[in-house]
């Protein structure tokens, strides 16, 4: 079979996408508006989450046990959709999958560029701010020591309970961020996928405590322009209006590691809030 007609079976096959649980839904939601002719299979590993709380090894085989299973659905590419995956992950499953890998990751470059004389607040999982990948990220940029990492326990669990109303968020944002209290804070990075459903918290906490213009980035636009990318470069993109007809259910489908009948509704409800 030569590569053209291998390409033109898997060009009609769903992309993959996972997080540890629900937090890949915000970078789905860029996908879906940028790529509105492809399907799609979501994992969300929520008997698992929060990841980030946990050591390399185990982030890494939770990883590619989520990337063997979306595999095994046919899919023709693969989302990382979760900042501490890639950062334990990404080296591994680009070296050992045959589809091509796309990931999100802290998007502390265009922060970075932000204006200003204040910083950059960088607030992600404790092991995405440890990890060797995100630091070697960081020290490319032209002035490292602009950013400072916060490692933000506690968000991710409350929102894996479906919780994004902006309650109840302050008492944790202050146990992370009250050593900021009155800086001058040009950019917040939201480096977790969780985070950006709860920016009107983040953004409320921001204009309450800090100085500075605190303007709010992640990197899900940027992840879903590089998987469109990614499948033209490779002869995988679907056709146009490959997707008509299809129900919102049917161009996404969705599986879970915990209870589908309790996660699949939290899920869809975070999908469907505007970017
Ligand atoms: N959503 C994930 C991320 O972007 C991590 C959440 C977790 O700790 O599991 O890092």
Redesign the pocket.
């Known amino acids: 079979m030569t590569e053209a007609t291998d390409k033109a079976q898997y060009y009609s096959c769903p992309v993959g996408v996972f ?3 629900f ?2 839904a915000s970078t789905l939601r860029s996908i879906l508006h940028e790529l509105p002719d492809e399907r799609f299979i979501y994992f969300g ?1 929520n008997a ?7 050591p390399e090894e185990e982030i890494l085989r939770l990883s590619e046990a989520a990337a063997e299973l979306l595999l095994g659905h046919g899919v023709k590419a693969l989302v990382v ?7 334990a992950s990404i080296k591994a499953l680009r070296q050992k999958l045959d589809v091509p890998v796309v990931s ?1 990751e802290p998007a502390i470059k265009p922060a970075c560029e932000t204006p200003g004389s204040g910083k950059v607040l960088m607030l ?2 404790v ?2 701010t440890k990890l060797a990948r995100y630091r070697a990220l960081q020290a490319r940029m032209p002035e490292p020591d602009r950013v400072i990492n916060v490692g933000c ?1 506690g968000l ?1 669990e409350r929102i ?1 309970r479906g919780v994004t109303a902006d309650d109840g968020f302050d008492d944790i944002l202050c146990r992370h961020l009250a050593p900021y209290e009155g800086a001058t804070i040009d950019g917040i990075v939201l ?5 950006p459903f709860i920016a009107g918290a983040i953004k409320r906490y921001a204009k309450q405590h800090f100085n500075g213009e605190c303007r709010l980035y992640d990197g899900n636009a940027g992840t879903a322009r590089q998987l469109g990318r990614v499948l033209r470069r490779e002869g995988l993109a679907a056709p146009e209006g490959a997707c008509e007809g299809l129900t919102s259910n049917e161009r996404v489908r969705f599986y879970t590691s915990a209870d589908a009948a309790s996660a699949e509704p939290i899920f869809r409800r975070l999908l469907a809030l505007p970017e």
């Open positions: 997080d540890s649980g937090g890949g590993d698992n989450a929060p990841y980030g709380d946990r959709a979760c900042n501490t995956a890639t950062s999100v992600a999982t092991a995405t326990s991710v894996e480096g977790c996928t969780h985070f």
